[in-house]
C-alpha cells in the first residue's frame, strides 16, 4: 500500500520552475487565493488538535514560502517556528516574509542528518500536501516519526472519477507521483509507525470561505480565456457548482477530497 518511485528527476530544479509556485510567489491574485487554501487547511489541521496539547516548536517539511506554518503557528500559538522546503527560490522568498522563523533548504533527511533527533525532537511536525511528491512516501514519513512527536498530516485523496487519466508521475505538471484513497492513507501512516489520535476527511468545496477564493480565483482565470474556451468552462462549472449544492458524497466521488490526521509517534 505505499510506493517508492525510483526517478532521475531534478525536483529541485522543478519547483524552482514550477508555474504554480512562481505564480503563488510573485502574482498577489494567486497568492490571495493560495493564502486562502492554506487558511482552510490551518483550520482543519488545528481542530484535530486537543486543548490541552501544547507545543514549543513546530517544524513544516515542504513549507513552500512559509504561509501555512506560519498561519499554524499563530493558530496554535507555537512560537519556535521552522520551515524546510527544496526550492531555493521558496526558501528565498519564506525568508524574506517571515525573519523571526528559521528556514532550511533541503530535504528532511539532509535536515536530520545536521540536527540529528538525538539531540533534539520537534513537538510537531506538519506534513501539508507533500507525501504525494515524494519518491519513496514510507520512508519520508518515518524520517518524520523520527524528526517530531507528533505530526499534522494533510494529504489530498485523489483516486476519483475527475483524476481517473491523471498520469502521475514525473510528467505531472504539479509534481504529484501518486493517488491515494482514505484506505491507503490510513494504512501508510500505521506502516510508518504512527498511531493515528484523530482522523477525518474533507473537501475545501464545501467550505464557504475558501469557495468565494476559489470563485473569485476561477472568474480571473475566465477572463483571460479566448470567447469559446470561456463560454465552455461557464457550461462546466455551472454543473460544478450545482453538484456541489446537491451531494458530498458525490463530490468526493468525482473530485476527491483531503485526509487529515494528528499521529503520535512511536520513535524515541
Given at each position: 500500500?505505499?510506493?517508492?518511485?525510483?526517478?532521475?528527476?531534478?525536483?529541485?530544479?522543478f519547483y524552482d520552475?514550477?508555474?504554480?509556485?512562481?505564480?503563488?510567489?510573485?502574482?498577489?491574485?494567486?497568492?490571495?487565493?493560495?493564502?486562502?487554501?492554506?487558511e482552510?487547511?490551518?483550520?482543519?489541521?488545528?481542530?484535530?488538535?486537543?486543548?490541552?496539547?501544547?507545543?514549543?516548536?513546530?517544524?513544516?517539511?515542504?513549507?513552500?514560502?512559509?504561509?501555512?506554518?506560519?498561519?499554524?503557528?499563530?493558530?496554535?500559538?507555537?512560537?519556535?517556528r521552522?520551515?524546510?522546503?527544496?526550492?531555493?527560490?521558496?526558501?528565498?522568498?519564506?525568508?524574506?516574509?517571515?525573519?523571526?522563523?528559521?528556514?532550511?533548504?533541503?530535504?528532511?533527511?539532509?535536515?536530520?542528518?545536521?540536527?540529528?533527533?538525538?539531540?533534539?525532537?520537534?513537538?510537531l511536525?506538519?506534513?501539508?500536501?507533500?507525501?504525494?511528491?515524494?519518491?519513496?512516501?514510507?520512508?519520508?514519513?518515518?524520517?518524520?516519526?523520527?524528526?517530531?512527536?507528533?505530526v499534522?498530516?494533510?494529504?489530498?485523496?485523489?483516486?476519483?472519477?475527475?483524476?481517473?487519466?491523471?498520469?502521475?508521475?514525473?510528467?505531472?505538471p504539479?509534481?504529484?507521483?501518486?493517488?491515494?484513497?482514505?484506505?491507503?492513507?490510513?494504512?501508510?501512516?500505521?506502516?510508518?509507525?504512527?498511531?493515528?489520535?484523530?482522523?477525518?476527511?474533507?473537501?475545501?468545496?464545501?467550505?464557504?470561505?475558501f469557495?468565494?477564493?476559489?470563485?473569485?480565483?476561477?472568474?480571473?482565470?475566465?477572463?483571460?480565456?479566448?470567447?469559446?474556451?470561456?463560454?465552455?468552462?461557464?457550461?462546466?462549472?455551472?454543473?460544478?457548482?450545482?453538484?456541489?449544492?446537491?451531494?458530498?458524497?458525490?463530490?468526493?466521488?468525482?473530485?476527491?477530497?483531503?485526509?487529515?490526521?494528528?499521529?503520535?509517534?512511536?520513535?524515541?
Amino acid at each position: 500500500m505505499y510506493f517508492e518511485n525510483r526517478t532521475d528527476m531534478d525536483f529541485r530544479k522543478f519547483y524552482d520552475t514550477q508555474p504554480d509556485y512562481e505564480a503563488f510567489r510573485n502574482d498577489p491574485e494567486k497568492r490571495a487565493y493560495y493564502d486562502a487554501a492554506a487558511e482552510w487547511k490551518v483550520r482543519k489541521l488545528a481542530h484535530l488538535v486537543p486543548g490541552y496539547h501544547t507545543y514549543a516548536d513546530v517544524l513544516e517539511v515542504g513549507c513552500a514560502f512559509g504561509v501555512l506554518l506560519n498561519m499554524a503557528g499563530d493558530k496554535l500559538k507555537i512560537r519556535s517556528r521552522t520551515g524546510i522546503d527544496i526550492s531555493s527560490e521558496n526558501i528565498e522568498k519564506a525568508a524574506g516574509l517571515w525573519p523571526a522563523c528559521t528556514f532550511f533548504m533541503g530535504t528532511l533527511d539532509e535536515f536530520l542528518e545536521l540536527n540529528p533527533p538525538a539531540k533534539h525532537r520537534f513537538d510537531l511536525v506538519i506534513l501539508s500536501d507533500i507525501v504525494e511528491h515524494v519518491p519513496d512516501d514510507l520512508g519520508f514519513l518515518k524520517s518524520a516519526a523520527r524528526a517530531g512527536r507528533y505530526v499534522l498530516l494533510n494529504l489530498p485523496l485523489e483516486k476519483s472519477y475527475s483524476t481517473r487519466k491523471r498520469q502521475y508521475g514525473e510528467t505531472d505538471p504539479s509534481g504529484h507521483l501518486r493517488a491515494y484513497d482514505r484506505e491507503m492513507a490510513v494504512r501508510l501512516a500505521e506502516d510508518a509507525g504512527f498511531k493515528i489520535v484523530a482522523d477525518y476527511t474533507d473537501i475545501a468545496f464545501f467550505d464557504r470561505h475558501f469557495y468565494r477564493a476559489y470563485v473569485r480565483n476561477r472568474r480571473a482565470r475566465l477572463d483571460r480565456k479566448p470567447l469559446p474556451l470561456r463560454i465552455g468552462w461557464k457550461i462546466f462549472y455551472f454543473f460544478q457548482d450545482r453538484m456541489r449544492r446537491l451531494s458530498r458524497k458525490l463530490s468526493n466521488r468525482i473530485w476527491g477530497s483531503n485526509y487529515f490526521a494528528l499521529l503520535e509517534s512511536s520513535s524515541r
